[in-house]
């Protein structure tokens, strides 16, 4: 399993990005998922989740401005990020679990999101 997280990028403030996590080594679908973000000096923090059932978790700070979902296949999620504040700025992190709910978390590698003034 290699989760690749991929999307990142700069972005004025009030723009948009997309980020995209999937397992690079199988087609196995993913089952749930979560993004994390951090910045240095600070512990990682859960930005959002989706669970098997397709349902959504988010934190409070970007409620109502990120959207995270899976593709129909369920190969592929994504972090859909709107109204980006500078505060954003991090490495995002994506966890899944592949094909069902009794395999373990894999964390995949970080993507820069920098969001400038």
């Known amino acids: 399993v290699q989760l690749q997280a991929s999307g990142g990028g700069l972005v004025e403030a009030g723009g948009s990005l997309r980020l995209s996590c999937a397992d690079s080594?199988?087609?196995?679908?993913?089952?749930?998922a979560s993004w994390y973000r951090q910045t240095p000096g600070k512990e990682r923090e859960l930005v959002a989740s989706?669970?098997?059932?397709?349902?959504?978790n988010y934190a409070d700070s970007v409620k109502g401005r990120f959207t995270i979902s899976r593709d129909n296949a369920k190969i592929t999620v994504y972090l859909q990020m709107n109204s980006l504040k500078l505060e954003d700025s991090a490495i995002y992190y994506c966890?899944?679990?592949?094909?069902?709910?009794?395999?373990?978390?894999?964390w995949g590698q970080g993507t820069q999101v920098t969001v400038s003034s």
């Open positions: 080594a199988t087609t196995f679908s993913i089952y749930a």
């Open positions: 966890k899944a679990k592949l094909r069902h709910a009794f395999t373990p978390w894999y």
């Open positions: 989706i669970n098997g059932d397709g349902s959504a």
